[in-house]
């Protein structure tokens, strides 16, 4: 199975609470992927902590997967493929063919969650071909839960060949209606801050309004990311909670110059998806006239109208944003939607978005030109 969804919408706290809930059943491994963790954000590892792993669940097994490392002392580099027979699939195979997978409830599942925190897109590529080809040729006795941000090659990863056919797939979209857990989980939040903050005498009953729980919910746009990071921020017990939301909406600023920004840890994550985009002055382009146009119309642009005012290629949109399918999604109308409401308020912002700042005067004027363009070349 696939579990994919924009970043931030909470799939590595699925993955999480799946393991827990399966630890004394079904799981066989789980491997974590994180970016920003030099040891778990390359592909070097997986293999080993997956066989670690099954000799845990499986002691007898131990003796085999040694030997294969004796065998073979520069086992970790060779290929994936390679260390994938020697030290999971054929230790495996060995223990089905003695009948231990034949009840239901054997251990078989391995989760791989954040594949594309793996650092080596081509690794990630490979890291699914080498598991779907062993499903499919060695008849593993195994099923696997992968999550992962849904990036271009990944995607087309998993819509074909042997992948279209052996995977399921799971989109934390709109239809598990995650505003309502959103309400839930800051509901409670903002319940457990006044009953347990140290200065809890001094917060209202009725803080937040409703008014202000449902303005954090727009914010969020779906995704747990905004609403656990303002959480995080409000409960700080070294401030009072009410001036720190205040700081999150906006209507109050940091008290001193070097306090911590309430959204650092999501500018972070926006700063690095966009650093990884190679076209990235025809992305902030694009991203500018999305952000720019006047919010009060309800239009949906779509692929075809953005190309037409930039003066684009067809197709070039989808091209350009393909790098972004965390943050914006092009609908099967071609409609261009950005996923997170606050990704505009950080690109706005200087002191959030530093370099990837989008500058209204200087991109105003650059619309302005567009439009005389577009006008003149509509008028001859």
């Keep these: 199975m696939w579990l994919y969804g924009p970043a931030g919408s909470g799939k590595s706290a699925i993955a999480h609470t799946i393991a827990e809930l399966c630890e004394y059943a079904q799981l066989l491994a789980a491997f974590f992927f994180s970016r920003n963790d030099p040891s778990r954000n390359s592909i070097r590892p997986l293999v080993a902590t997956i066989a670690y792993q099954i000799c845990s669940h499986f002691p007898d097994l131990r003796d ?29 195979l060995a223990l089905r063919n003695a009948g231990n997978y034949d009840h239901p409830t054997s251990k078989r599942l391995i989760i791989i969650d954040g594949l594309d925190e793996c650092t080596d897109p081509m690794a990630q590529r490979d890291i ?35 992948l279209w056919e052996l995977s399921t797939r799971v989109a934390l ?18 319940e457990e801050i006044k009953s347990t903050h140290r200065l809890r005498a001094y917060i209202p009953l009725q803080w937040p309004s409703v008014e202000i729980l449902e303005e954090l919910i727009r914010r969020s746009s779906g995704q747990f990311i905004y609403a ?44 690095d998806i966009l650093s990884r985009v190679v076209e990235i002055e ?87 030109g567009r439009c005389l363009q577009y006008l003149q070349l509509k008028g001859g």
């Excluded at 001193?256 to 840890?265: G, M, Q, S, V, Y």
């Design 64 to 92: 085999s997967i040694l030997g294969a490392l004796e065998r073979d002392p520069l086992m970790f580099s060779k290929s994936l493929a390679h260390q994938v027979r020697c030290l999971i699939t054929e230790p495996l």
């Design 173 to 190: 979209d709109e239809s598990y209606l995650p505003d309502d857990d959103i309400r839930q989980f800051l509901t409670d939040k903002f």
């Design 282 to 368: 025809s992305v902030m382009e694009i991203l500018s006239f999305l952000c720019l146009t006047n919010p009060s119309i309800p239009t949906l642009w779509t692929t075809c109208d953005i190309e037409r005012f930039l003066f684009m290629e067809m197709g070039d949109v989808e091209m350009y944003l393909g790098e972004l399918n965390s943050l914006i999604s092009i609908g099967a109308n071609l409609g261009v939607r950005i996923e997170h409401a606050s990704l505009a308020d950080f690109l706005m912002d200087l002191s959030r978005s530093e370099v990837f700042f989008i500058k209204p005067r200087l991109r105003h004027t650059s619309l302005a």
């Design 128 to 162: 699914l071909d080498v598991f779907a080809t062993a499903l499919h040729r060695r008849h593993l006795p195994l099923i696997f839960l992968f999550s992962s941000r849904p990036e271009q090659h990944i995607s087309l990863a998993f819509n074909a060949g042997l």
């Design 228 to 271: 656990s990071t303002a959480i995080r921020y409000v409960s700080s017990i070294r401030h009072k909670p009410q001036d720190r939301l205040d700081i999150v909406l906006g209507t109050r600023s940091p008290q001193r110059h070097n306090d911590k920004l309430p959204f650092a840890e999501l500018d972070a994550l926006y700063r």
